[in-house]
C-alpha cells in the first residue's frame, strides 16, 4: 500500500496520523492477532478486500457517450483502471454484477 494520504477514502478528515499512535506496531498487533485466532488464508482475503475498497474509492467514473448499447461509464483515471484489472473480475449474470476478487493481492 502506498501512503494514507493517496486514499480518498482515508484523506478526506485531513487528519491522517494520530499523536502517539504507531500505525506500523499497530498492523502488526492485528496480523498476530489474525496469527492467533486461526484466520490463515482469510487473513490474506481481508487485507485484500481492503485493499480493493481503499483502491475502489480512488476511481473516477465518467459518463460515456451514448450508444446504442444504452448509458455507461468509463474509468477516467488509468491508475485506477489498471489497478482494478489486477485485483477483480468481473461478471455479468442474468441482469446481475457480480464482482470476483482475485487471490493476488
Known amino acids: 500500500m502506498s501512503n494514507a494520504k493517496d486514499y480518498r477514502y482515508l484523506n ?9 499512535i504507531n500505525d506500523a506496531d499497530e498492523y502488526e498487533k492485528i496480523k498476530a492477532a ?3 485466532l486461526n484466520f490463515g488464508a482469510m487473513e490474506q482475503t481481508i487485507f485484500g478486500v481492503l485493499a480493493a475498497v481503499l483502491h475502489l474509492g480512488n476511481v473516477q467514473f465518467v459518463k460515456k457517450a451514448e450508444s446504442s448499447s444504452g448509458e455507461g461509464v468509463d474509468i477516467s483515471n488509468l491508475d485506477g483502471e489498471f489497478f482494478l ?3 477483480i473480475t468481473i461478471s455479468r ?3 446481475k454484477i457480480l464482482i470476483f476478487f482475485k487471490n493476488s493481492c
Open 12 to 20: 478526506q478528515s485531513g487528519c491522517i496520523q494520530v499523536p502517539k
Open 85 to 87: 484489472k489486477k485485483i
Open 34 to 36: 489474525m496469527h492467533v
Open 93 to 95: 449474470k442474468k441482469n
